[in-house]
Each structure stands twice: as structure tokens, then as C-alpha cells.
């Protein structure tokens, strides 16, 4: 078994409920904050965060609060775990206050936190705090075991219900292996001549421009969100069809957090390499798939045939340009992305080799 997150589109008709008790959460969150940094002032010592107080202390503080508040006393208790951990994360004295105000430019998105003890499913509903919620059951919740979750709003006042649950791991019937070459033009481009292209962004700039010199702040939140499903939409399905059919993926070390400061920025963010590698780890997790990250220097420069550095392969930022080449040396002809992939996944099996020879030659 195994954790997964499920996530649902709340019924808009819920909305005005859950905006008020994401408010009573706000206040919970704003009073824990100032009672913990008075009692680190109150003990000043050079090492501060031995003072924080733990959840269990904070929760003799907010007993009984719930119910003036309108909340179930599992999210009061959930509101004080989530302080507690962050504050210990990130050593600070006082975390970020919770704004309520739409009208505030720091609005803080509505987030109601929960146990899997305070919910029920029944009748395609989900059940909290004697509120019935609607939605759209697209993964049939009635067959899995709630463990924790929460409420949120999005930028655009549309809530989800985010549900942790228990799930059987379905292992990867898969038998093959395949190299992945993370690029700006193209995102992701596998061994196998498989791609995705992305860009999603960049399909919609002109839009966005539109819409945001306009001062329509509601179109351009509707545009910046058909941009963020589309790239999560394309990247599921890619990576989901990789780990179906394979049994080892290796993907590039590419730097993504280092381009970013370049004039690259644009690009790299609106590939989202980082988000395709976090959904490639999970996913083969889940389905006992072996996943890796190997260095990919000189992956595009060397020829996958021969594993020479020819003359004629593209080379530096005067290369980029370059998306097909013939070698000079054994005269194979070669895609650009394609032939980084083939490289990295040579790469990838000979790291795998030395850890796990019985992987590669089948003992």
C-alpha cells in the first residue's frame, strides 16, 4: 500500500460556506502566530527555536475554540500540527500572517485543513462538519481510505478537496528503458522518439498580453490557469505512458534552478522540467519503476553510434540551432534531442549496470 493525493472540483454553491470557515481558519492561524512569538520573546535565548512551543502546547491554548468558530476540532488541532511544523522549518520567530480581505493584495487563498476521521463519503458527498460538499467524483472515493486533507481555493475562487488516501501499488508491466532529454523548444524527448512538446505558455502570451494591458485581472487568471492545466494535462499523460511501458527511466541533470537566472528564464519555466521530474519520481515509486537522474554532459555533442565527439555534432550556444547533424566519423544521421536521449539512457544503464548487473542481463 501507498499514500496518493486525490484531487476534486468542489461545486461552486459551496463556495460562500467554505470562504467563511477558511476565514475562522485565517483567525486560528493569526492567534497561534501570535502566541507563539510572544512566547519566544518572553524566553530570549541565543538558540530561539528550542523555545517553540510544540502543537501540543499550542492546543491547550485553542480548546474549545471550534465551536464558536463554526470548524471541527480536528482542523483547530490540523491548524496548530501545520504551525508547528512550519515554524520549526523554517526558524523563524513569526510566520507569515493569514489575510482575509479579497480586496487585499496579500489575500491569503482559503485553506481548511482536516483528518480523515472528520469526513465521510456518502452518497457521492463528501461530509464535514455536518456540511454536505458536492462534487465531481471522478476517482470513485467510496473505495478508497481517507487518511488527511484539506479545502482549497484557487486564484480564480474555485475550491478543491485535496484527500490523502491509501492506495494499492499497480506494479509496472513494462520491460524496456528509456532515456529522457529535457529541452526549451521541444520539453522532454525520450530514446524512443517519443516527445512532448510544452510551450503552453508561449501558445497563449499574446492573449495574456491582451488581457493584462487591458487590466482584465479575470481573463488573465483565466488564461494563466488554461496554462497551467494544459501543461499538467500533457505532462500526466506523457509520464504516465512512460512508466506503463518501461521498467527504468533516466532522465538529464539538467540545471533547471541555475537557467532560470539566465535569459533562458521564460523558456525554462514554461517547459516545467522540474514538475515532469517530480511526477516521473511518484509514478515510479508507486509502480516499482527504477528512476534516476545522470549527468548528461556532452550527451548531445557524442554520437549514440559510435560514442565519439565528431566534428560536425552541434557544439555551444552557436549550436543551439542545430536540430539534426550527420556524423563525420561513422556517417549516421541524427535528431538532436533523440540522440541526447539514446546517450543518456547508455549512460543510465551503465550506472545502473555497476549497482545492479542482474537488472541488465536478466539473472
Known amino acids: 500500500m501507498s499514500t496518493k ?4 472540483r468542489v461545486k461552486d454553491k459551496h463556495a460562500k460556506k467554505l470562504l467563511c470557515m477558511s476565514r475562522s481558519v485565517n483567525f486560528v492561524w493569526n492567534f497561534v ?18 523555545n517553540f512551543m510544540s502543537s501540543y502546547d499550542i492546543q491547550k491554548y485553542t480548546k474549545g475554540a471550534s465551536k464558536e468558530l463554526g470548524l471541527n476540532s ?21 510566520l507569515r500572517w493569514r489575510v482575509s480581505s479579497r480586496d487585499r493584495s496579500n489575500y491569503s487563498l482559503g485553506w ?9 463519503y456518502k452518497c457521492g458527498q463528501i461530509v464535514y462538519g455536518g456540511h454536505h460538499f458536492s462534487m ?5 472515493l467510496s473505495q ?13 475562487g474555485r475550491w478543491y478537496v485535496n484527500l490523502v488516501v491509501n492506495a494499492e501499488e499497480k506494479i509496472s508491466t513494462g520491460k524496456g528503458a528509456t532515456g529522457i532529454d529535457l529541452g526549451c523548444k521541444t520539453t522532454a524527448t525520450d530514446s524512443n522518439g517519443g516527445s512532448v512538446k510544452g510551450r503552453e ?28 492545466n494544459r501543461r499538467q494535462d500533457a505532462l500526466h499523460k506523457y509520464s504516465r505512458q512512460l512508466v506503463d511501458s518501461n521498467a527504468a527511466i533516466f532522465v538529464g541533470n539538467v540545471n533547471s534552478l541555475g537557467l532560470v537566472k539566465t535569459k533562458m528564464a521564460k523558456s525554462v519555466l514554461d517547459a516545467g522540467w522540474g514538475m515532469l521530474k517530480t511526477m516521473l519520481e511518484y509514478k515510479c515509486d508507486h509502480a516499482g519503476v527504477v528512476f534516476e537522474e545522470v549527468n548528461e554532459a556532452y550527451t548531445t555533442q557524442t554520437c549514440s553510434c559510435c560514442q565519439k565527439i565528431p566534428d560536425s555534432s552541434p557544439k555551444g550556444r ?27 539512457l547508455r549512460v543510465g544503464l551503465d550506472s545502473l549496470a555497476e549497482e545492479s548487473p542482474r537488472f541488465i542481463y536478466g539473472e
Open 201 to 228: 505558455y508561449r501558445a497563449l502570451e499574446k492573449k495574456l498580453g491582451i488581457a493584462q494591458r487591458a487590466k482584465n485581472k479575470r481573463q488573465a487568471k483565466t488564461i494563466h490557469a488554461k496554462i497551467k
Open 112 to 120: 481548511v485543513p482536516f483528518k480523515g476521521n472528520a469526513i465521510k
Open 33 to 50: 502566530n501570535e502566541l507563539s512569538y510572544r512566547n519566544i520573546r518572553d524566553h530570549r535565548e541565543p538558540e530561539f527555536y528550542k
Open 136 to 140: 465531481w467524483d471522478s476517482y470513485g
Open 5 to 8: 493525493t486525490l484531487k476534486l
Open 74 to 94: 480536528v482542523t483547530v488541532q490540523g491548524i496548530s500540527d501545520e504551525y508547528a511544523t512550519r515554524r520549526k522549518q523554517f526558524k523563524k520567530t513569526k
Open 144 to 156: 478508497y481510505e481517507f487518511i488527511s486533507g484539506s479545502f482549497n481555493e484557487d486564484s480564480r
Open 318 to 344: 552557436a549550436g543551439l540551432g542545430i536540430r539534426e547533424w550527420t556524423c563525420s566519423l561513422c556517417g549516421t544521421a541524427h535528431d538532436r534531442d533523440v540522440n541526447a536521449a539514446k546517450n543518456i
